[in-house]
């Protein structure tokens, strides 16, 4: 459900950040067309197909939740109701769903599609989002509308973690930018905090990280 005052404050938020915004940029909902055309696009070179299996059918299958192929080979009718679009992927990933039951684009093929479309060249997201890119670079290379997207440099950052060790997020009641900002929490201050962000694993420092895949 989109929230008005929750794309306000996104767009408050980056103005504050001392970032340019370009344009206004549509609503998600307002594309759905485009969405769809790119899921016809690999429903047509027969990298997608239907599913019917529940949430509860595939976690009986697969105790992490990844999704193991049940329907691949069934051959439901990608027009059936009740259906959601699965996109053949490689690697185990889980092939991912790209048109839901309700028959509402699915975040992957939204993601692909917005990106190519803005003409997206850098993208910076969390180390817990890696699987994500992994399987999103791989749709993109199976519908040609799509395959620009290939061409993207994905960076991904260590996670940012509260006191309690968790990821800050949404979804755990995190403490919000806009929370700090009433408290006082300059812009700077974010600023910094980004770009010290470190690898754990390389030491490398996220400004090092972007700068050397400009």
């Not at 299996?53 to 999704?67: E, F, H, K, N, V």
């Not at 309700?102 to 817990?128: E, L, W």
Request: charged fraction near 20%; hydrophobic fraction near 35%; charge should be neutral.
């Amino acid at each position: 459900m989109v929230h008005p005052e929750g794309i306000a404050d996104i767009y408050d938020t980056i103005t504050w950040l001392g970032i340019d915004i370009d344009r206004q940029l549509p609503s998600q909902q307002s594309r759905y067309g485009r969405y769809w055309s790119a899921i016809d696009e690999l429903t047509v070179a027969a990298h997608v197909y239907a599913c019917d299996c529940t949430r509860s059918q595939i976690r009986a299958a697969s105790p992490d939740g990844r999704y193991s192929g049940t329907c691949r080979d069934r051959g439901l009718a990608v027009d059936a109701p009740g259906v959601s679009l699965r996109c053949r992927v490689d690697d185990g990933y889980g092939d991912p769903v790209v048109g839901g039951k309700n028959r509402i684009p699915a975040y992957h093929i939204a993601s692909i599609c917005d990106d190519v479309d803005a003409g997206v060249t850098h993208v910076i997201r969390g180390d817990d989002l890696a699987e994500a890119s992994a399987v999103q670079m791989q749709i993109a290379r199976r519908a040609p509308s799509l395959a620009s997207f290939c061409a993207t440099s994905i960076i991904h950052h260590p996670l940012l973690l509260g006191q309690n060790g968790q990821k800050l997020s949404k979804s755990v009641q995190s403490t919000t930018l806009r929370s700090l900002r009433s408290e006082g929490l300059s812009r700077a201050a974010v600023v910094e905090a980004a770009i010290t962000l470190a690898d754990p694993q390389t030491g490398q420092y996220l400004a090092e990280r972007i700068s050397t895949r400009t």
